[in-house]
Structure formats: C-alpha cells, structure tokens
C-alpha cells in the first residue's frame, strides 16, 4: 500500500516538473522569435532609411555641381568678353602725335576693365564668404 | 557630418588696379602688352572660379549634413 503511494506520488512529481519545463522551452522559443524579428524589422528599417538619405545625397551632390559648372561657364565667357575688350582697346591707339615718337597706350582703358574683372572675382569670395551653405546661388 | 575645414573654402580676393603714373616711361610692344593684359584677364578670371568653388563646396557640405540628421532635402539644395 505504502509502495503504490509513492509511485503515484512520484509519477505526479514527474508529471509536473514535465509539463513546468515543456512551457518554459515553449515560451523561450516563441519570445526569442519575436526578439529576431523586432531586431530584423528595426535593422531593415534603419537600412532603409539610409538608403534613401544615400540617394537624396546623390541628387544634391549633381545639382551642385550642375550649378557650379554653370558658374564657371559664366566666369569663362567673362573672361572671354574681357579679352576681346582689351583688345578692342589697343587696336583703338590713335597715332602718335606730332613730335612723340609712339603713341600713347591706352592705360585708363585696360585699368577699368581689369578692374572690372577683378570686381566680379572679389564677388565671388563675398558670396562664398556670406553663404550659410544652402541659399547663395 | 563633421565640420567643414576651412581651407577647403578659402575665398582669394585680389586688390584692384590703382593705375598710378611714376612719371618714368618705357615703350613696350603693343603685342607684347596685349599678352600681359591676356593673361592677367585670364588669371582673374581662375581666382573667380577658384571662388565658385568654394561656394559649391560649401553647399554640398551643408545640404549633405542636413539630409544626414533630418532625412529631407532643404529646398535650397535641389535643382536650380
């Protein structure tokens, strides 16, 4: 009689002690499920995200330097303009007058176009100097 | 994004011609002078350009840092 009770005794122990372990390892597998799959949807996200960040840098960077490729267009057809000035003003050298052995050169003329010239290039360090960085021209 | 070094945008400024007479005179051949005026007109204009540059440099810097911390594009850095 006694025997019998304890094994039904210990088969109920062994019984319990099972079924507190089967939802533990249950529990376990399914939370440490959903910890993957936050971290792999937190990790796709942030990717995403910087994906997107890559690609708006890209625009940027081509209009950018879109705009500074026109300025320089800008600056050579300048300097182009102010050659063909310069120009203009020697082949316009009177002749010398009577007495003077060469006529004289055209210095006021050549002066205020060089100056000019160097009136845009001191702009051009102005507008880089005041830039905050995203609204000069 | 780091800070932007300043050398990297270092503007040149150039000191404009005064153009005053010593009272010495030299002659000089008119194609000769014309090649000096030339060049000095061209050298003007690289510090111009130089000066573009730094403005292009400058924006980047800023448009690029700005998408980095807030994820949108400043209005100011799209196509113009």
């Known amino acids: 009689m006694n025997r019998v009770r304890l094994i039904i005794g210990a088969v109920i122990l062994l019984a319990i002690v099972a079924a507190v372990w089967m939802i533990r390892s249950g529990g376990e597998r399914a939370g440490a499920a959903k910890v993957t799959q936050a971290g792999e949807q937190q990790r796709a996200g942030r990717l995403a995200e910087a994906r997107s960040d890559e690609r708006a840098a890209t625009a940027v960077s081509a209009s950018i330097s879109q705009r500074v490729s026109r300025a320089d267009a800008l600056s050579t057809a300048a300097v182009q303009a102010t050659i063909k000035d310069l120009r203009d003003a020697l082949d316009a050298v009177p002749p010398a007058v009577a007495g003077d052995p060469f006529p004289a050169a055209p210095v006021e003329r050549l002066r205020d176009q060089i100056n000019a010239s160097i009136a845009r290039a001191n702009r051009a360090a102005d507008d880089a100097d005041t830039a905050s960085g995203t609204d000069q021209d | ?80």
Do not use: H
């Open chain 2, 1 to 80: 994004m780091p800070t932007l070094p300043a050398e990297l945008i270092k503007t040149e400024r150039l000191a404009p011609l005064a153009g005053k007479p010593s009272g010495e005179q030299v002659s000089i051949d008119k194609g000769v002078l014309a090649e000096i005026v030339e060049r000095t007109a061209q050298a003007i204009g690289a510090v111009e350009r130089g000066n573009e540059r730094a403005v292009g440099v400058k924006a980047l810097w800023s448009c690029v840092d700005t998408i980095m911390r807030t994820g949108a594009t400043p209005a100011a850095c799209g196509p113009r």
